[in-house]
Nanobody, 127 residues
Framework: QVQLVESGGGLVQAGDSLRLSCAASGRARSDYAMGWFRQAPGKEREFVAT????????KYADSVKGRFTISRDNAKNTGFLQMNSLKPEDTAVYYC????????????????????WGQGTQVTVSA
């Protein structure tokens, strides 16, 4: 079992930055890729970014590429999402998730591949 807890959300203005953290605890059966997803009111949950267990491979949604940076510190069991140049359309609840069995340099952008999810943190960007 892996427990995930996000933090760092808040209310900011367009153009501001936020750094989300995802603290992992528990005992995973395997190494895992970590992903960030978001869900805006009335919309489906969508992929934002993912990072492999090694940290060497990352993938971003086109809508955040060049503005967001995903990273992880396995020694501290923590993942991060640095969000710069925030836009009102980035407003959503942000979730971190773990995809077990995606070890090494592999990752997934598919919601269905993620077994464990945090409770989410609200990010609101005003115009």
């Amino acid at each position: 079992q892996v427990q995930l807890v996000e933090s760092g959300g808040g209310l900011v203005q367009a153009g501001d930055s936020l750094r989300l953290s995802c603290a992992a605890s528990g005992r995973a059966r395997s190494d895992y890729a970590m992903g960030w997803f978001r869900q805006a009111p009335g919309k489906e949950r969508e992929f934002v970014a993912t990072v492999s267990w090694s940290g060497g491979n990352t993938k971003y949604a086109d809508s955040v590429k060049g503005r967001f940076t995903i990273s992880r510190d396995n020694a501290k069991n923590t993942g991060f999402l640095q969000m710069n140049s925030l836009k009102p359309e980035d407003t959503a609840v942000y979730y971190c998730a773990a995809a077990l069995a995606y070890d090494g340099d592999s990752y997934s952008t598919k919601t269905r591949d993620y077994s464990y999810w945090g409770q989410g943190t609200q990010v609101t960007v005003s115009a």
